[in-house]
Nanobody
Framework: QLVESGGGLVQPGGSLRLSCVAP????????LAWYRQAPGKQRELVAS???????NYADDVRGRFTISRDNHKNTMNLQMNNLKPEDTALYYC????????WGQGTLVTVSS
């Protein structure tokens, strides 16, 4: 099961680092991704990273968020800087191309 952590309450402009432990050995075949779901909205893709560490970001987080992966530790991370209130959401990790069962997510709240 995917296990996300690192969420919390942060003021606008602050930073958080989310972590995710995958349920099995991470092979380069997996495209890993972070998603988020804000209240009343559909889950959306935030960032993704290929086995070759090519990254892609949603327009509204590009330049503020950085996705990374460590295949040896079966983990992936999302460094979030300059957070905005509109980043408030439940954040999930998963494989984009071979998805596993969703984890519980980790809640990020950006508020003053």
């Amino acid at each position: 099961q995917l296990v996300e952590s690192g969420g919390g309450l942060v003021q606008p402009g602050g930073s958080l680092r989310l972590s995710c432990v995958a349920p099995r050995d991470l092979n380069r075949i997996y495209i890993l991704a972070w998603y988020r779901q804000a209240p009343g909205k559909q889950r959306e893709l935030v960032a993704s990273i290929t086995g070759g560490e090519n990254t892609n970001y949603a327009d509204d987080v590009r330049g503020r968020f950085t996705i990374s992966r460590d295949n040896h530790k079966n983990t992936m991370n999302l460094q979030m800087n300059n957070l905005k209130p509109e980043d408030t959401a439940l954040y999930y990790c998963n494989s984009k191309n071979y998805p596993w069962d969703w984890g519980q997510g980790t809640l990020v709240t950006v508020s003053s």
